[in-house]
């Protein structure tokens, strides 16, 4: 299913841009008819109103020029208009214009919540909606009858199969060599393409019973905030989305604290909506909260004033990407984190407060609220450049990591001098002079530097210096000292357009702003990243590489009002709208391994994280994951399938570990001592027709390379999770 979504997306994303569109005007009610026609229990609905509109719209953005004049897209467009003349030859008695008065220009993507009684094995409900607009009677009837099956016999590997559900005809196309595909229905004036359960759960909605989404106050509230130019809005009610994932969570546990600590709970809804501007589009993103409930750290967030941002103005003009971050002054950020968590973990907590406070008093001298967070002013940040993209772009394996950044982070101070001896005073302390950390001043050219060493940073290089009124903390001497020579003579992000210009996102007052420059990464790296990773269109590299490197930046702002938190972004695509849209329906379409596999994800990371730290402290791995409590975790996540321990071992040569979950079945299959990660690796990528077949019984580092790896699978296999100490 998601792999015939990404390229039903594909095709007609392409189509918009390249091809002239013949649709006719739809009913004036057809942007509401979907929300109208859809129960109210839906969690998503992501609405197109008018499909020409936002074609226009693409075609004049920058990166819809740049598909234009692409050579290799300009192809695909000769391929579309080619299966066009197919099509006419299946539709020839239904002259083109007719068909094209029938095909809708509304669409929806709608998501239902899973049933009660889900498990693991449960195919969510997910499809498209589109109304069908007057004049359009007999698409119907030309579509399912004619081009479907003309379509099935001229794609390889698919099936046409004809059924019916509630009286309706369900047409369904079977993709024979991955497995899966997807179902179209007609009912009245819509089409519906989804999975089987959507489309039930559509067919469903058409009978007519009970409350629809447009009769919902939750959805009523929603959509009086979208901006009536609007060309894709998103809705998300996540009430039932928290409610589910609160019931998931253990009593006392540490995800149930850190869910009330960031008050997360408290979300009620997501919208987005994009609008078209000159150079692409203006985008809205509102996150709702229930007012009646405690907001916690997101609430507290929300009650910061509003600033201007200084930080660019010790950031490098030259810097791609930028984060800052409004905490409020330092004093109150403490007051109101230490009600915070007190609230949560109660008096225990308390005591440990004072205790902490007093014995750094009469040790150093220090007050913790007013010595070390009333140093701190209103702002943090952080900000990235890529080193040299060109030599990254022709290395073996392009991917970024780490040591390809300069990266630069920064607290805002009042006095440099006064922080400078907190920070001396606080390394001179037992338990930091235990742990083998200090800070040690140099000299680089006429910048004084201090260098922060631990034990545990091996290689790692984090030293800091006082640039302007800021704390800057680089990954290396030289990034800091850019940073101060730009400072100094104004060559920063302050004098670019995004931050400098009157009008734009980043030159308001606002909680948090957002800036990246796409062109260095995405011109460089993702030319090589497509043919490395992604065979089938690699052909089409080159040109993908330099479409979006064409898309220009990205910024955006984070403003809070009386309706919750706003993110405001600026960008060549709608971004933002996509983005919310991925996130909600992604994991629904995601085959049933995958998500299984995601299930075990993030507790199997934690353990990972936990391990390389016991072992860098005792150089060795722990014979048991309980000794990994409580000094490198605070507790032990849980086998989402078995509630009880995850697996765990080391590879036969001691060079790596292993972490896995039983999986659906309960039994483990894998026996890590029999294997090195070599072995591992040679295992997952053999041919050899046993190999291949013991292979397939696990999920490899939970990330497989195709989808149609997961179908392969089955529930019998382990999750796994490998890595080296």
């Not at 841009?17 to 739809?26: D, E, I, S, V």
């Not at 469903?204 to 009769?215: H, I, K, M, P």
């Not at 299984?596 to 860098?616: C, F, N, T």
């Not at 150089?619 to 765990?648: K, M, N, W």
Request: net charge negative.
């Amino acid at each position: 299913m998601q792999t015939s979504m990404t390229w039903l997306w594909v095709v007609a994303t392409v189509s918009c841009l390249l091809c002239p569109g013949r649709l006719q005007a739809a009913d004036a009610d057809a942007e509401t008819a979907i929300a109208q026609l859809v129960s109210s229990d839906a969690l998503v609905l992501v609405n197109i109103p008018d499909t020409r509109t936002l074609q226009e719209a693409l075609k004049k953005s920058p990166v819809g020029k740049g598909v234009a004049a692409s050579s290799s897209m300009v192809a695909v467009a000769n391929f579309i208009q080619a299966a066009g003349e197919l099509a006419s030859v299946a539709l020839a008695d239904c002259p083109g214009s007719e068909f094209g008065k029938g095909f809708p220009k509304t669409w929806g993507l709608v998501v239902f919540p899973l049933p009660d009684d889900a498990d693991e094995l449960t195919q969510p409900a997910l499809g498209f909606v589109g109304v069908i607009p007057e004049g359009g009677e007999q698409f119907a009837h030309r579509f399912g009858e004619k081009l479907l099956p003309a379509f099935g016999a001229m794609a390889d590997g698919m099936e046409l199969t004809v059924g019916s559900s509630k009286g309706q005809k369900i047409y369904r196309m079977n993709n024979l060599k991955e497995g899966g595909g997807f179902s179209v229905s007609f009912v009245e004036r819509f089409v519906f393409l989804g999975n089987e359960p959507g489309i039930e759960r559509l067919l469903s909605c058409a009978d007519g019973a009970g409350e629809t989404l447009a009769g919902s106050a939750v959805f009523q509230d929603a959509a009086a905030e979208f901006d009536p130019a609007a060309l894709a809005t998103a809705y998300v009610n996540m009430v039932p989305v928290m409610e589910g994932v609160l019931a998931d969570i253990p009593p006392g546990s540490k995800q149930e604290r850190e869910t009330h600590f960031m008050g997360t709970y408290a979300l009620t809804g997501i919208r987005a909506w994009a609008v078209p501007e000159q150079d692409g589009f203006r985008e809205s993103v509102q996150l709702a909260f229930d007012e009646e409930q405690e907001q916690a750290l997101i609430g507290i967030l929300r009650t910061r004033k509003h600033l201007k941002l200084t930080s660019p103005t010790v950031v490098p003009s030259k810097y791609g990407a930028f984060l800052g971050l409004n905490v409020g002054p330092g004093k109150e950020l403490y007051s109101a984190i230490q009600e915070l968590v007190l609230a949560v973990h109660g008096e225990e907590v308390r005591v440990k407060f004072d205790e902490i406070h007093d014995w750094l008093l009469q040790s150093f001298n220090i007050d913790v609220e007013e010595d070390l967070f009333g140093e701190l002013g209103p702002e943090l940040f952080v900000a990235a450049a890529l080193r040299k993209p060109d030599a990254l772009a022709n290395r073996k394996n392009p991917t970024p990591r780490w040591a390809d950044f300069d990266i630069l982070g920064g607290i805002q101070v009042g006095q440099p001098e006064d922080a400078q001896k907190t920070i001396e005073a606080l390394m001179g302390a037992e338990p930091f002079k235990k742990q083998g950390m200090s800070v040690v001043p140099e000299k680089f050219g006429d910048l004084d530097v201090y260098l922060i060493q631990h034990p545990g940073l091996g290689q790692t290089v984090i030293v800091y210096a006082y640039v302007g009124d800021f704390l800057v903390l680089a990954n290396s001497r030289q990034a800091l000292a850019r940073a101060a020579r730009c400072h100094r003579v104004k060559d920063t992000l302050a004098r670019t357009p995004p931050f400098s210009a009157d009008g734009s996102v980043l030159s308001s007052s606002l909680l948090a702003g957002i800036y990246v420059r796409t062109e260095p990464v995405l011109a460089a790296i993702l030319p090589r990243l497509i043919a490395d990773k992604a065979p089938p269109i690699r052909n089409f590299a080159p040109d993908v590489g330099r479409i979006l490197a064409s898309a220009g930046n990205l910024q955006a702002g984070v403003i809070s009002d009386e309706g919750g938190l706003f993110i405001e972004t600026e960008a060549a695509v709608p971004v933002a709208t996509t983005l919310v849209s991925l996130a909600t329906a992604g994991p629904f379409s995601k085959p049933i391994l995958g998500r299984k596999a995601e299930a075990v994800k993030d507790p199997a990371k934690k353990i990972g994280k936990a391990l390389r730290k016991y072992h860098r402290r005792n150089g060795a791995g722990p014979e048991s994951l309980h000794e990994l409590v409580p000094e490198c975790i605070e507790e032990l996540p849980l086998d989402p399938f078995t509630r009880e321990d995850l697996q765990y071992g080391v590879s036969k040569d001691g060079k790596g570990w292993f972490v896995f979950s039983v999986g659906a079945d309960g039994a483990a299959d894998v026996v890590p001592s029999n294997y090195t990660l070599a072995d591992w690796e040679a295992l997952k990528t053999s041919v050899e027709p046993g190999k291949a077949r013991k292979a397939k019984r696990v999920i490899y580092r939970l990330r497989p390379k195709q989808n149609a790896d997961e179908r392969a699978w089955d529930d019998e296999g382990d999750i796994v999770r490998t890595g080296t100490w």
